[in-house]
């Protein structure tokens, strides 16, 4: 029993072997993945730490197929991301990934509710949408528009959004990075609690590795490469984290 629980538990959802992403400008070519290998397992909170310049985006970016490597293969499940058409790329986005960025990047002439609401029309998802604006403490604010709303709001309505799709795969940039110091707290708070009770994937990439303590497995990236990788067997809450 207790091996079955491992094997369950370490099942991969998304892999990269051997990633290879490279930018021209003028003269200088820039490898932003650089033969870049590791793997996500179901169901884990991920953390990718990473100062500016070492990739972050550009990772998840391929990971969330909307970008493709110059060579290597990225799996999801047994799916070849690197093969598929723009098409099929949009397909997978669509059905499989929730994204949440950091400034937010919402439809500014839906108000918050349907900003949410939209999302979930996409996938079909009979996620009940009135319950998740209250879960994210945004019952009293969902006829507002997205300029109505706070940053810390506008996040709410973002991460709510990304549950709404009900899609296997939630992916974050810097997803507290515009915000302060407390409401960037309550905001990976509601993110990662979210995310366990829908049993979804989490992956936050950031420069802050004040966060290390909270997450399943943390991924230290560097130049385009994972450099060290660290697995967390209790998890840190985020009220006691300090940065
Ligand atoms: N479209 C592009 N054209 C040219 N160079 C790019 C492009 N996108 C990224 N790069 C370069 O690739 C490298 C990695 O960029 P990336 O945006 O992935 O870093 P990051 O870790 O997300 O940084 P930050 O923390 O500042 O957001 C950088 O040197 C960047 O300048
Ligand atoms: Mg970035």
Redesign the pocket.
Known sequence: MYIFVIILTMEKILEFIKVN?K???GDQE????NDLSFSINKGEFCLIL????????????ILGGMDKPNSGQVIFKDQHLEVMNDKELTNFRKKEVGFVF?FYNLMPNLNARENVQFASELNKSNIDINKLMKEVGLNERMNNFPSQLSGGEQQRVSIARAIAKNPQLILC??PTGALDYLTGKQILSILIKLAKENSKTLVI???NTGLKAIADRVLY?HN?QIVKTEENTTLGNVEDLVW
């Open positions: 992403r930018f021209k400008t820039i490898l932003a993945c990473g100062p500016s310049g070492s990739g972050k985006s550009t990772l998840l970016n950091q940039d810097e990439v950031s420069h990236l385009g």
